[in-house]
Antibody, heavy 118, light 110 residues
């Protein structure tokens, strides 16, 4: 079955960077974009950006421009999201999801908790 | 502040029907399909509705979606206690060139 499996929880200090992986299985990896979404504690979903695993093309929400990098490795069907210059406001659960169409995402990864604390 | 506006909470009794609204603008809902997601406590979001009114396989027909201009609605009939969750609408904003979500609606089944 189609599945996305993310890397484990991270604890980081302010100013550090974090890299999260998202490994896909059960479908042709290069046929679908992957998006990243985050959810701060008790808050809603925030769309961060997308990556085309085939071309490496990316697009990001303005609030993350210059601070986020998304890459892919087609040899191991994995995409990565790196967020730098972390602050406490980046504490959240980060999800990857497969883009089925421009406006819908399925399935989602299980989520990765990133806690930023001094 | 979310680009799409949802009511913070709705509630209804088991067996009843509830509707969750999602209001946007001409550059998002008015120009693109809407999807809906269910997020049970402590879990990842799950796709319920895509392309305004289509259900993925395995989603019961108790869940239905509709779209009218710059607003969309998720209807849930025959409410069950297991439907208690947060529900999010989502779409693409053509002007901003980003994906957008509503702020989420917490459904309580009394």
């Amino acid at each position: 079955q189609v599945q996305l499996v993310q890397s484990g929880a991270e604890v980081k200090k302010p100013g550090a960077s974090v890299r999260i992986s998202c490994k896909a299985s059960g479908y042709t990896f290069t046929s679908h974009d992957i998006i990243w979404v985050r959810q701060a504690p008790g808050q809603g979903l925030e769309w961060m950006g997308w990556i085309n695993p085939n071309t490496g093309g990316t697009g990001f929400a303005q609030q993350f421009q210059g601070r986020v990098t998304m890459t892919s490795s087609t040899s191991i069907n994995t995409v990565y999201m790196e967020l730098s210059s972390l602050t406490s406001e980046d504490t959240a659960v980060y999800y990857c999801a497969r883009e089925g169409g421009l406006t819908w995402f399925d399935p989602w990864g299980q989520g990765t908790l990133v806690a930023v604390s001094s | 502040q979310s680009v799409l506006t949802q009511p913070p909470s709705v509630s209804a009794a088991p067996g009843q029907k509830v509707s969750i609204s999602c209001s946007g603008s001409s550059s998002n809902i008015g120009d693109n399909y809407v999807s809906w997601y269910q997020q049970l406590p402590g879990t990842a979001p799950k796709l319920l509705i895509y392309d305004n009114d289509k259900r993925p396989s395995g989603i019961p027909d108790r869940f239905s979606g509709s779209n009218s201009g710059t607003s969309a609605t998720l209807d849930i009939t025959g409410l069950q206690t297991g439907d208690e969750a947060d529900y999010y609408c989502g779409t693409w904003d053509t002007s901003l060139s980003v994906g957008v979500f509503g702020g989420g609606t917490k459904l309580t089944v009394l």
